[in-house]
Nanobody, 121 residues
């Protein structure tokens, strides 16, 4: 069983950077991991994903300001958002699934509880 616990959310000023972390317990070596976000009143959407081998993939809107990485030794997934914008305000979720296809189609098997990010001007 895999458990995911996010941290690092909170309030931030526009233009700043923010790093979210996801501590995973259990064996994630064979899992594809990623971050979702849910804007107020919107459905959850995949933002970034990374394979166990470390190749990152980003949603089209996320290219440029977002960076996903994984420390395999510590079993920690990290998500950095640069030049924060008010529209980045959302609940961010750490996720994992054996299949990248399943994750990117919105149905990862494992979800963290989420961490709220609020960006103000």
């Amino acid at each position: 069983q895999v458990q995911l616990v996010e941290s690092g959310g909170g309030s931030a000023q526009a233009g700043m950077s923010l790093i979210l972390s996801c501590a995973a317990s259990g064996d994630t070596s064979g899992l594809y991991m990623g971050w979702f976000r849910q804007l107020t009143g919107k459905e959850r959407e995949a933002v970034a994903g990374i394979a166990s081998g470390g190749t990152p993939t980003y949603a089209a809107f996320a290219k440029g300001r977002f960076k996903i990485s994984k420390d395999n030794a510590k079993n920690i997934l990290t998500f950095q958002v640069n030049v924060l914008k008010p529209e980045d305000t959302a609940m961010y979720y750490c996720t994992a699934d054996p299949s990248s296809y399943t994750l990117w189609h919105g149905r990862p098997k494992y979800w963290g509880q989420g961490t709220q990010v609020t960006v103000s001007t």
